[in-house]
């Protein structure tokens, strides 16, 4: 089977980190192809951002599909553009927000979401209410900018583990949630470290991709994600009519 990862923003580099954990827990059966958006943010920290990387995002999975990918997968946080993504392809698609906080609901009852900066911990807590875990989730912000992860020197890491440290004391966080694709391979060593399960967002994703291709199981094209429907766009989003994505 054939999984499209795409990374929404621009950064190749982090890509690369997002690619090396998706094919670190794909079956023997599994080809992953993980791909950068070819337009938008370099890093995606905020609405606006996510709002600018959704077209790339669009342009990635209709390609994917197109070259035979089974179901796909958007490595960010945010879930962007993920209703979207669904409307428009034939294929699951999943995003790693919901993906991981599905995971640690089965090995759980408190788990802690802990993402880069203030400006992205708002709307991961919107996602967390809107998956129906606001019960058994908190979300932290380490103080992080996104593309800070890809530099050793920055000290990203150290406060990662400062701020899961907290969630451990003061939240009794039970497991942890890694809020941004550019931590996935952080997950096994910051497990090993704190003793306790540490979930990545696209392993989980990875992996729950894999059982609904074998499952036979895609998204249902009655009610909110039937197809969009036929009419013209204008402007610089006029190859993103309805159909037209899909054909390119």
Request: aromatic share 4%.
């Amino acid at each position: 089977m054939q999984i499209l990862v795409v990374n929404p923003n621009t950064t190749a580099s982090m890509t690369a980190t997002i690619g090396v954990a998706a094919r670190a827990v794909a079956g023997a059966w599994t080809e992953v192809v993980a791909v950068t958006s070819s337009m938008g943010p370099a890093s995606i920290e905020g609405y606006y951002d996510e709002a600018l990387a959704v077209p790339g995002l669009l342009m990635e999975i209709a390609a994917g599909e197109r070259r035979g990918a089974q179901a796909a997968i958007i490595a960010c946080f945010d879930d962007t553009g993920l209703d979207a993504a669904r409307a428009m392809a034939a294929i699951p698609v999943i995003g790693i927000c919901e993906a991981a906080l599905t995971m640690a609901s089965f090995i759980a009852q408190r788990f802690t979401v802990v993402t880069t900066t203030e400006r992205s911990r708002v709307p991961v807590e919107g996602l967390v209410q809107r998956y129906g875990m606001a019960g058994r989730a908190r979300v932290r912000a380490a103080d992080i900018p996104v593309l800070a992860l890809e530099d050793p020197a920055s000290g990203a890491v150290g406060k990662l583990r400062d701020e899961i440290a907290r969630a451990i004391d003061e939240d009794r966080a039970e497991a942890i949630v890694l809020g941004c694709a550019g931590m996935a391979d952080l997950a096994h060593r910051l497990q090993a470290e704190f003793d306790l399960p540490v979930i990545d967002g696209v392993g989980a994703a990875l992996k729950q991709a894999e059982a609904l291709i074998a499952l036979g199981l895609s998204t249902s094209k009655r009610g909110a994600y039937a197809r969009p429907l036929a009419k013209p766009y204008r402007g610089m989003l006029k190859s993103f009519s309805p159909g037209a994505v899909a054909a390119e």
